[in-house]
Each structure stands twice: as structure tokens, then as C-alpha cells.
């Protein structure tokens, strides 16, 4: 099955600096690629996804690139904020297969 | 519009004891899924249910069972709970499962304690 990776596990920023999270895969088939936002003790939630035909993807401030050659794909977070601090996750879909990340815990220092 | 609603919130048990975790969302989604979620482990799927009628095992199946009751409502059963089975579990929906591929839609989650 689908194995994914995430690094860094924890992440600490000033406010105003941009952060980048990234995510290696295994599964060369798999196709479409969600980050999740999960605020402690909250659900998670979507924040951004790209599929394997598309390379780069924005929405205002978060960005997220797709590598399909080597199989990894990144987070990226400019101007971060305080409320962008949080548990972000990436998965990778494979059929009906969704594996998700360990996560990355993100500290935006005001 | 409640999105996915997940029931209940907090739940201790004995090891032995059974239970059963409700979902239902108001979204019209096809696909349904029941993960857990444990401390640097991200989320395993349970069981998901791509659409009425059919459910399939996850990568962390065993232990569990589910019921696909109608569009609305996918449950998730412990027969026997072990303390391994203590966690945050979620349930999520989407649109439609594979091939075409969209977002999910968490519920609020459940924290069991197995004791």
C-alpha cells in the first residue's frame, strides 16, 4: 500500500515568515494530494489540494507543488500568522486508498 | 446545514465491553469512512463505504465492523474493546470516492478511552 511521509514533525516560525512542510510517497499510481489543517481538539479540515495533473496550485497565502517524478509534494505558507498555528496534514490518494501523513505541527511566534 | 455529525463525543469503556460510534451527514455524499487517529501516527482508515450498500476494510480493520445503513448513516462497531483501541476516532464523507477524487468532510470526532 501507500506509505507517506512528512516532514518536519514539528515546525516553529515568527509571524510574517513563510513555512513549508513537505511529504514524500511511494505509490507512483496515486493521484490526488489534500492537506488538512487540524486546530487542537478541532476536526480536521481541507485547506488545499492538487492533483497529479497539475504542478503548482494557489490560494492566497498557501501553495502547495507537486514533484511526480520524485514523488514528493509540499506545503508552502507565506506571511503566516498566528491562527495559521496548527497540526497539518498531507495524504495521498491511491483508488480508494488514503493515506495520510504523520503530521506537522506548526508555531507561528506573534 | 450540520455537515457530519458524529456520536458521542467522549466514550470510556472496559475492556470487553461493546459499543457502537454514529455518523450521518446532511450532505448528500456517497462515500463515507470511520478513521482513528493516534499520537504521531496521523489517521488510519478503519473502514470506508464508497457508496450505499458496499463497505470495504481499511488498513486498520481489525477489531472493528461497520454498517452502511442507509446514504445518510455509517456506524462503527466494537464488538470486544481492547485498551489498543483507545483513540480519537473520525468519521468523514466526500462526494464520491475513486476514480475522481475530492476533499473530505470531518466530523468532530469521538475520543474513546478503553480502560
Known amino acids: 500500500g501507500e506509505n507517506v511521509e512528512q516532514h518536519p514533525s514539528t515546525l516553529s516560525v515568527q509571524e510574517g515568515d513563510s513555512a513549508v512542510i513537505k511529504c514524500t510517497y511511494s505509490d507512483s499510481a496515486s493521484n490526488y494530494f489534500p492537506w488538512y489543517k487540524q486546530e487542537l481538539g478541532k476536526r480536521p479540515q481541507l485547506i488545499i489540494d492538487?492533483?497529479?495533473?497539475?504542478g503548482e496550485k494557489k490560494d492566497q497565502r498557501i501553495a502547495v507543488t507537486l514533484n511526480k517524478t520524485a514523488k514528493h509534494f509540499s506545503l508552502h505558507i507565506t506571511e503566516t500568522q498566528p491562527e495559521d498555528s496548527a497540526v497539518y496534514f498531507c495524504?495521498?490518494?491511491?483508488?480508494?486508498?488514503?493515506?495520510f501523513g504523520a503530521g506537522t505541527r506548526l508555531t507561528v511566534k506573534p | 446545514n450540520a455537515g457530519v455529525t458524529q456520536t458521542p463525543k467522549f466514550q470510556v469503556l472496559k475492556t470487553g465491553q461493546s459499543m457502537t460510534l454514529q455518523c450521518a451527514q446532511d450532505?448528500?455524499?456517497?462515500?463515507m469512512y470511520w478513521y482513528r487517529q493516534d499520537p504521531g501516527m496521523g489517521l488510519r482508515l478503519i473502514y470506508y463505504?464508497?457508496?450505499?450498500?458496499?463497505?470495504d476494510k481499511g488498513e486498520v480493520p481489525n477489531g472493528y465492523n461497520v454498517s452502511r445503513l442507509n446514504k445518510r448513516e455509517f456506524s462503527l462497531r466494537l464488538e470486544s474493546a481492547a485498551p489498543s483501541q483507545t483513540s480519537v476516532y473520525f468519521c468523514?464523507?466526500?462526494?464520491?470516492?475513486?476514480?475522481?477524487?475530492?476533499?473530505?468532510?470531518f466530523g468532530s470526532g469521538t475520543r474513546l478511552t478503553v480502560v
Open positions: 450532505m448528500n455524499h456517497n462515500s
Open positions: 492538487i492533483r497529479s495533473n497539475v
Open positions: 495524504a495521498a490518494l491511491n483508488n480508494n486508498d488514503m493515506r
Open positions: 463505504s464508497a457508496s450505499e450498500g458496499t463497505t
Open positions: 468523514a464523507s466526500s462526494v464520491a470516492g475513486p476514480p475522481s477524487a475530492y476533499g473530505y468532510t
